[in-house]
Each structure stands twice: as C-alpha cells, then as structure tokens.
C-alpha cells in the first residue's frame, strides 16, 4: 500500500472499532415502565420484566429484559439487537466488509505478485511475506464471504420484507400452519379478542376472492392472506431503521420514531368510521398471538383436510399447530435461537 493508501485503511479500522464498541454498549431499548398497550394492539404480559411488552418486543433470555423491536440476541456484540442499536450494528457490518474487502484486493495484488514472479530463484523470495499473504488471504476471505452473508441477509430484510430475523421466522411458522382448523379457530377468537365480533367471512386473495370453505363450511385462508403491516416500501423501511440518509455514516446517529409505535401499510390499518368490516389483515402481528400459543387437538404432525373451492373438491394437506416456543423452521433454528426467552 502507499502511504495515502494506508492513512485511508487506518481510517477505516477506526470506524470498525468505533461502531463496534457502540454496538456494544448501546441499549438495544426497553419499554417505559408504565407502558400500555393500545385496544388494537396484543395485551402480552412479560412475566419476567412484570410489564406490557410493546408491539415487536420480545424478552432476551440473556440480555434479561424487554428488547424494542428486537432482530436477535448477537453473540458477537454479546447484546442484543433491536431498535436503538439497529443502526450502530449494521454500520459495523457495513464498514467490516467495506475494510475487510479494501484489504483482500490489497492481499490479492501481493499474491498476484508471488504468482508472477513463482519462477524467481527462492532466496529471491521473503518466506515471512509469502506465509502472510496466504495466511491473510484466506482469513480475509472467510470474513468477506460470512459477514457479507449476514450484511446481505440483514439489509435484505430491512429493505424489501421490513421484518425482523424474528419476525421472518415467525411467518415461515404461520406459513407451516396457515391451513390448519386449529389456526383458524384461533384467528377467530382473536378477532372476537379485538373486534368484539366474529368475522363475516374469509376472502382468499389467492383464489380471485372467492370465499373458500372446507367440508364443514369453515372459512379457510393461505398465506398469501396474512399481510405482514410494517412493511410499506423500501426507503420507509430503510429510513425507520437507520434514520434519515444524511446520518447514516455518522457513528452516533440512531433511528427515527420512539420504539413502540411503528407505521403499518394501509390494508392493515382498519378505521372504525368506514363503512368496511374488518379484516384479518388488521389483526395486530402476528396474527396468531403470539403470546397465547396452543397445541393443536390432533398429536399428529401432519393431516389431511379436505375443502370445496368453487364445488370442485379438493384434498389438501397441512399442518396441524404447534406451540409457538417448540416450532423450528428448515434450518432448524428455534425462537429461543435469536434469543428470545421461552417463557415470553
């Protein structure tokens, strides 16, 4: 590297290690102690932190409290994080593989030059410098590809889902049980829980809203009519996370909003002054109510129902509920994986 080179890497490293240690001891942020939900809002009691936890929030097993709009628990930073450090993390990430790829090209141009000159006698050759660069090389390499997977994955997520890692994990759950009786008694009675009323009916949005009903003339719905409300569009998602453009490579700079509220698309918004019933898309997330998990009558994992759609009927499979705590997806990965205490 030239000396301009290696002042600008320096830099570099210097904002590594200072959105690192931010990462680290920035709060993640908890609910206020009196906080009360709103009546469109789940009630869930944390029975460790002895309050009402926000919407987004879950309780950290290890962090040993209520985490506002909590992602996961990182091992790395060894806290966690949710709402208020949301920004200092994916800053870390951000500036490790802008760094971590300044050096690899760095690396890259020494091992071209090794491999260039492979043909020189071998006292012409620094065997320290030769041992360093592919030692450096494959270390630079690991991190490029690991840490830019999880850069990836996080921006990815903010971007175009405007879920949490949680809040991804938990649609993949929903998406497993969606078909099932047990689910649709319990959007019932959820939908009783907020509206006082039950639904009218369940329209498919992937059937051309045709009302589509199994054996017994129960309303049966598919993923597609689960709408996930906080995602509205990319730069909203990108600016509630992060906070406003111009501050994004400021080290202290936070997000916008206070944690507890957060804006949700409009099909998920129901006004009591319109004319319109209800949906189950303005049921609050998830849907299913997270904090009252039931396990579903029938033990077994999978079943077979069978529906009617349009007079045709139709033999579908799915599954049968399982309790929220105990459910993994394809990855194996739990809830208690990013953290989240079991007993939330």
Not at 59 to 64: G, L, P, R, V
Not at 126 to 145: D, N, R, Y
Not at 308 to 322: A, G, M, N, P, W
Request: glycine share 4%; with cysteine; aromatic share 12%.
């Amino acid at each position: 590297m030239t000396a301009r080179e290696q002042v600008w890497f320096q830099i570099c490293l210097s904002m590594v290690w200072i959105s690192y240690v931010i990462a680290i001891y920035r709060s993640p942020g908890r609910p206020p102690k009196d906080f009360k939900p709103k009546k469109s809002e789940w009630r869930r009691w944390c029975k460790k932190c002895k309050n009402y936890k926000p919407e987004r929030a879950h309780h950290c097993k290890t962090c040993k409290q209520c985490v506002l709009k909590m992602d996961h628990h990182c091992p790395w930073t060894a806290n966690c994080v949710g709402y208020e450090n949301m920004p200092h993390f994916v800053r870390f990430l951000v500036w490790v593989d802008y760094t971590n790829s300044y050096a690899f090209l760095s690396i890259s141009a020494k091992a071209k030059t090794f491999w260039r000159d492979r043909n020189l006698p071998v006292y012409l050759t620094s065997k320290l410098q030769l041992t360093a660069t592919i030692v450096l090389f494959m270390l630079s390499l690991l991190v490029l590809i690991t840490v830019g997977a999880l850069t990836l994955r996080v921006l990815w997520h903010i971007l175009f889902t405007g879920r949490t890692q949680i809040e991804s994990w938990d649609l993949e759950r929903i998406e497993t049980q969606v078909e099932s009786k047990s689910f649709i008694d319990k959007l019932e009675k959820n939908f009783k829980d907020i509206y006082g009323k039950s639904p009218k009916n369940f329209r498919s949005w992937s059937t051309s809203h045709r009302i589509v009903k199994d054996m017994d003339g129960i309303p049966l719905i598919e993923i597609d009519d689960i709408i996930f409300p906080y995602n509205t569009n990319i730069l909203e998602n990108l600016i509630r996370t992060l906070g406003y453009p111009w501050n994004w490579i400021l080290p202290w700079a936070g997000p916008i909003g206070n944690g507890l509220t957060f804006k949700k698309d409009q099909d998920c918004i129901y006004d009591e002054s319109s004319a319109e019933e209800p949906d189950i898309s303005t049921l609050p997330w998830p849907p299913d109510s997270g904090h009252q998990d039931i396990i579903a009558h029938n033990k077994s994992e999978l079943g077979f129902q069978e529906i009617i759609i349009d007079s045709e009927r139709v033999v579908k499979q799915y599954s049968t509920l399982v309790k929220r705590s105990q459910w993994s997806n394809d990855y194996g990965e739990k809830l208690s994986d990013f953290g989240v205490d079991d007993e939330e």
